[in-house]
């Protein structure tokens, strides 16, 4: 298993370029996450997917933010326009919820995003 | 709303002392708990568990009880090693993985 896949690993970008945030889950799991992690804040959780579908996405700040799930092997977090306070490291993390199954979940190694 | 509260790191301590991460919660019913780990430069990884109260969980030698009456499930390890030096997360949820809700992390620095 080559666990939860996330692309690239560093992404430098001047303020105001798109920038996009690449995601593969583990094979048969179902649901995706997308968490944001800085210093001041921690570990917020952006948005999740279930089955593609996404499901709370109250977590992403404005909509300069926007997440697609096209398929259950691959999900984009996109910036546009991004900002210099939008610098953090991103992680994806996948698990199986439901049909009385649950696993915990498991992330990629994230990518870190510098916007200067 | 569900929160969790850590001790504030880091953690410093010498090779094969004990280690205590302090974890307290604050939920509605009966959440599950978690404590995961994460080494620099890697994603978090799920160290240990526990489903309902009085419940112990353990892994890597690694041990937190789930104590309902004082809402806590401290981190405890007789002996650290330098490979444990990390950022440690303390967690609950409620009603599922999805809804699983994060402390800000305690980082522990372990020197031979």
């Known amino acids: 298993d080559a666990g939860v896949i996330q692309s690239p690993r560093h992404e430098v970008t001047e303020m105001g370029q798109e920038v996009t945030l690449r995601c593969k889950p583990i094979s048969g799991h179902n649901s995706l996450f997308w968490y944001r992690q800085t210093m001041m804040r921690g570990l917020e959780l952006l948005i999740y997917?279930?089955?593609?579908?996404?499901?709370?996405d109250s977590g992403m700040p404005e909509d300069r933010f926007s997440a697609k799930m096209p398929n259950a092997s691959f999900s984009t977090l996109k910036i546009q326009p991004s900002e210099p306070r939008d610098s953090a490291v991103y992680f994806c993390?996948?698990?199986?919820?439901?049909?009385?199954?649950?696993?915990?979940?498991?992330f990629g190694n994230g990518t870190r995003l510098t916007v200067t | 709303g569900d929160s969790v509260t850590q001790m504030e790191g880091p953690v410093t301590l010498s090779e094969e002392a004990f280690l205590t991460i302090n974890c307290t919660y604050t939920a509605t019913g009966y959440p599950s708990l978690f404590w995961y780990v994460q080494y620099p430069g890697e994603g978090l990884q799920l160290l240990l568990k526990?489903?309902?109260?009085?419940d112990k969980g353990s892994n890597k030698g690694f041990e937190a009880t789930y104590r309902k009456e004082t809402t806590s499930f401290h981190l405890e390890k007789g002996s650290v090693q330098v490979s444990d030096s990390a950022v440690y997360f303390c967690?609950?949820?409620?009603?599922?993985?999805?809804?699983?809700?994060f402390g800000k992390g305690t980082m522990l620095l372990v020197s031979p």
């Open positions: 993390a996948s698990s199986r919820l439901g049909e009385g199954v649950e696993s915990p979940l498991h």
């Open positions: 967690a609950l949820t409620a009603s599922g993985y999805s809804t699983l809700t």
């Open positions: 526990a489903t309902k109260a009085d």
């Open positions: 997917f279930n089955n593609n579908v996404p499901i709370d």
